[in-house]
Structures are given as C-alpha cells and as structure tokens.
C-alpha cells in the first residue's frame, strides 16, 4: 500500500511569489492533516481535513495561507504571499478514522520550502 | 515554557547499547503518546503509540507512560547503527479536543558500530 505522498520534494521561491504544496493521503484516510517544522523548531499543527471539511484550521499562521482538499482526497497548501519566515519542512499526514486507529497518523516525506 | 520538553542531544552510543530517551510534558489533557523516528530528510515513521500509564513493548523497543509525572520514555535494546535518527516524541488529548498532535522538538540518536 502507497503512504502518504507530497510534491514537490523540494521547492525554492521569491519572497512574493506564491508556491503550492500537494499531499496525496493513504488510500481510505479520511481525516488530512498539515504540519511545519521551521528551522530550530518543533514541528506545528496548521490544519486537519476530515474529508473535504476543514475540522480544526487553529494552527494556520495567517491568511497568506488557504489550505484545500477537494472531493475529499489530495490536499493542497498554498502559501500567497510567501514571507521568509515560511521557508521550512511542510509536512502532511493521514489517518483513518475507525476507533483507535484515528489516532495513528502516517506522515509524508515533506516538503522543503525556502523561500529567498 | 513548551508544551513538550525533550532534549535535543546528539546521543551517542555504542551498539548493542541500550538508547534511553524520555520527554516531558505539562498539559495534563494529553492522553495519547507516540514516538517517531525520522531519518534525515525523510518524514516522521511512527514506531509507538500508546494510551495507558506502564509499559509497552514492540520487539525491541518499549514505551513508557507515567501520567502522574507527565513523563514518557522510549527504550531501545541492542541498538544498532540503523537506529541512528531522530526520535520525536508527540502526544494529543481524547478525540473530542481534536486530532492535533503536539511534538517535542527531537532527540538525535547515534548508534556507533
């Protein structure tokens, strides 16, 4: 079985310009979640999808960020306009939602962002 | 003060030594606890999850939760040098609080043959 995928693996931009970040979940994984580790840092929940509903968005930075997951399967994170202060790892996980199992989360290699 | 203590190292050990690590914690709503391991570059992969105060044992590791100190553990026996990675512990409250995982910041492990 495919885990979690993202693309790009890595990806370097201006600060201004505007990158997007997809995650393709586990297969059957309802509930999506995206999270950030900045350089030095522990890594932060931004978001979590169940389906195509955002559950808990408490943790997204500011409104320069709009997180999407249509029809209930990838997701993407645009970042517009990007800020310096972004650059990190983004990464995303997936879990089921069947009870103990939700809460097993399965992360995704990341994505590098730097932003210059 | 963060949420999750865990010193950051490096740790280093010989192999088949046994690698001890433990994180902190001081909010007593988190009820889950896991322990990752993330290679460079690569994403977290989780090794355990666990629920109850005590131990509990998955070959050669063992996780221990001790609810009353706010203090987990993670053991590793007879390590070797492919266990060298970082260690993230992270934890999370009943279901009803959310999903969210709170991580500690990482404790980088080197297993020297």
């Known amino acids: 079985e495919a885990g979690v995928t993202q693309f790009p693996s890595h990806s370097v931009i201006e600060k201004g310009q505007t990158v997007t970040l997809r995650c393709d979940p586990i297969s059957g994984h309802d509930n999506l979640y995206w999270y950030r580790r900045v350089m030095g840092k522990e890594i932060k929940f931004l978001l979590h999808?169940?389906?195509?509903?955002?559950?808990?968005e408490s943790g997204m930075p500011n409104n320069r960020f709009l997180a999407e997951r249509t029809g209930g399967t990838y997701s993407t994170l645009k970042v517009q306009p990007a800020e310096l202060e972004d650059s990190g790892v983004y990464f995303c996980?997936?879990?089921?939602?069947?009870?103990?199992?939700?809460?097993?989360?399965?992360f995704g290699p990341g994505t590098r962002l730097t932003v210059t | 003060q963060k949420e999750v203590e865990q010193d950051p190292g490096p740790l280093s050990v010989p192999e088949g030594a046994i690698v001890s690590l433990n994180c902190t914690y001081s909010?007593?709503?988190?009820?889950?606890f896991m322990w990752y391991r993330q290679y460079s570059r690569k994403g977290p992969e989780l090794l355990m999850y666990?629920?109850?105060?005590g131990n509990k044992e998955d070959g050669r590791f063992t996780a221990q939760v001790d609810k009353s100190s706010k203090y987990i553990s993670l053991f590793i026996r007879d390590s070797q040098p492919s266990d060298s990675a970082t260690y993230l512990c992270a934890m999370r409250g009943f279901k009803a609080a959310g999903n969210k995982l709170t991580f500690g910041g990482g404790t980088r492990v080197l297993v020297k043959p």
């Open positions: 666990t629920y109850s105060s």
């Open positions: 999808f169940v389906k195509e509903s955002k559950q808990d």
């Open positions: 909010n007593s709503a988190f009820q889950y």
């Open positions: 996980a997936s879990s089921q939602d069947t009870g103990t199992s939700s809460y097993e989360q399965y």
